[in-house]
C-alpha cells in the first residue's frame, strides 16, 4: 500500500498502470493544443463539487486533460438524481459539446434512453454500464481496494498502536463502516472491508451503519461517533461528502479514519492525523482517459474494467502515516495485495458471499 500524491498526476491507460503524468510531455503528438477546439459536458453525481471525494476526483480528471490537451469543459452538477436527465439532454443535444461525461451510477436509466436518442453524441458512464456503441463504461473492482483497507483496520484493531491525533483501544478489537446509500454499488466497498477484516481475524466485530445521503456530514459524524464510542478503532466510510463527519468523529475521539476515492489524507488534510488511509478509486484516470480518446480520433464505446492490478483502485497510506506503520503490517498488506493480483485471494464483491 504505498501512497502515491494523485492530486499531482492523473494516469492513463485502463489497462495498465494509472502512476504516468503527462504534464510536460514533449512529444508532439500530445501537445496541449490537440484538444482546443473539443469541448466535454461533465455531469456530476448527486453531492456536487467539493465532496473531497468522487466528484472531485472526476473534477481533477478533465482538469487535468484540459492542461493536458487544450479542451474545454463545462460542469453540471445536479441537485438529485431527477435532474440529470435533462442536464444529459441539454449537453447531448449541443452541437459544440464533443463528450458528455456521467459520472455515478444514477445516470444509468436516463442514459440508456438518452444515448439511443442521440446517437450521434459521445457518452462516458463511470459506475454503471449501458451497452450502446456510443458509451464508453467505467467500472472498478471497488471489492479488491476495500479489501485492502480492511486488511489494514484488521491489523490496526489488534495491535496496540498510536500515531497523530489518533490510538487504538487494546481493550476492543472492533472496526466499523459507514456507507452512502444502501446500493449494490456500496455494498461492494462494505463486502470487501469486511472480508479484508476477516482475514485478519473473524472475531473482529465489525458495525455496519447507512446514512442514507451523499451529502451530510452531521449524520456521518453521529454514526461514526455511536461506532467509536462502542469500542471501534478504525471507521471507513464509502460516503461521498458525508464522510467528513466521520473524520470529525474520529479527530473528536482521537481514533481512525479510512477515506474514499481520492487520498483523503490530502483532499481533506485537516484530518490527516486521523486519516491512516484511503480507498483510492481512479475516477479521474476514466473521465480523463475518455476524453484522451475523443482527442486521438479513437473513442469507442463498451468496457473499461479498473481494478487493483492496474491501480484502478488502490489502497493508500495517509500522508501522515507514511512509513510511520509497524513493518509488519505493511509487510502483511503488500502481501495481500499481490494475493489479490495473483488470485490466491478471492474478494467477494456482495455480502452474501462472505
Known sequence: ?????????????ATTAVA????????????????????????????GLGDESFNDMAHAGVQQAEEDFGIEYQNAEP?????????????AGNEDIDLVCCIGFDHETDLEENAEEFDDQRFALVDAVVEADNVAN?????????????????????????????????????????????TALIERF????????????????????YAGSWDDPSTGQEIATGMYDDGADVVYHAAGGTGGGVFQAAQSDERFAIGVDDD?????????????????????????????AVVNDDFEGGMNDLSLED?????????????E??????????????GIIDGDIDVPDNLDDL
Open 1 to 13: 500500500m504505498q501512497r502515491r500524491t494523485f492530486l499531482a498526476s492523473v494516469g492513463v491507460g
Open 20 to 47: 504516468g503524468c503527462l504534464v510536460g510531455d514533449d512529444d508532439d503528438d500530445n501537445g496541449a493544443d490537440e484538444g482546443d477546439d473539443i469541448t466535454v459536458g461533465i455531469v456530476y453525481s448527486t453531492g
Open 79 to 91: 441537485d438529485a438524481p431527477a435532474d440529470m436527465n435533462q442536464m444529459q439532454r441539454d449537453f
Open 138 to 182: 467505467y467500472t472498478f473492482r471497488e471489492h479488491e481496494g476495500s479489501f485492502q483497507v480492511g486488511h489494514l483496520a484488521g491489523l490496526l484493531t489488534t495491535t496496540d498502536y498510536a500515531h497523530g491525533g489518533g490510538s487504538t483501544n487494546t481493550d476492543e478489537e472492533i472496526v466499523g463502516f459507514v456507507g452512502g446509500e444502501e
Open 190 to 209: 462494505e463486502a470487501g472491508y469486511l472480508a479484508g477484516v476477516e482475514y485478519v481475524d473473524e472475531g473482529i466485530e465489525t458495525r455496519e451503519v
Open 264 to 292: 483523503q489524507s490530502l483532499s481533506a488534510e485537516d484530518f490527516s492525523d486521523v486519516i491512516v488511509a484511503s480507498m483510492v478509486k481512479r475516477v479521474d484516470t476514466a473521465v480523463y482517459e475518455s476524453i484522451e
Open 311 to 323: 491501480e484502478g483502485v488502490a489502497g493508500v497510506i495517509g500522508q501522515d502515516f507514511e512509513g
Open 325 to 338: 506503520l509497524p513493518e509488519e503490517i505493511t509487510d502483511a498488506l503488500e502481501e495481500s495485495r499481490q
